[in-house]
């Protein structure tokens, strides 16, 4: 069974500093194009960042400059590094797998569009 399980949100001062983290586990062989997402309450949920799985990265307009995404292949693991935080960061932010091939049994299975639970990142004024 594959799971994204993210960690690493609080509580922080504007201006602060946060690294939030997805592990994806299971028996997995292969992750494409990684992302986070935020939602914030009474809003949509909104791409961040991505993460392609040769580490090509791109982000939305009002993080680029003090968000960075990442990834350890080697641990099925993303990253992501939230620095200069402001109040309008104030989301729960959510992990997502575009594409996961994992080993089922003695063969390999291909899933898409994986979420974790999500994780609260709250920014004070």
């Known amino acids: 069974q594959v799971q994204l399980v993210e960690s690493g949100g609080g509580l922080v001062q504007a201006g602060g500093s946060l690294r939030l983290s997805c592990v994806v586990s299971?028996?997995?062989?292969?992750?494409?194009?990684m992302a986070w997402y935020r939602q914030a309450p009474g809003n949509q949920r909104e791409l961040v960042a991505t993460?392609?799985?040769?580490?090509?990265?791109s982000y939305t307009d009002s993080v680029k400059g003090r968000f960075t995404i990442s990834r350890d292949n080697a641990q099925n693991t993303v990253y992501l590094q939230m620095n200069s935080l402001k109040p309008e960061d104030t989301a729960v932010y959510y992990c997502n797998a575009d594409q996961i091939t994992y080993y089922r049994g003695f063969g390999l299975a291909t899933g898409r569009d994986f979420w974790g639970q999500g994780t609260q990142v709250t920014v004070s004024s």
């Open positions: 993460i392609t799985s040769g580490g090509s990265t």
């Open positions: 299971g028996r997995i062989a292969r992750l494409n194009t």
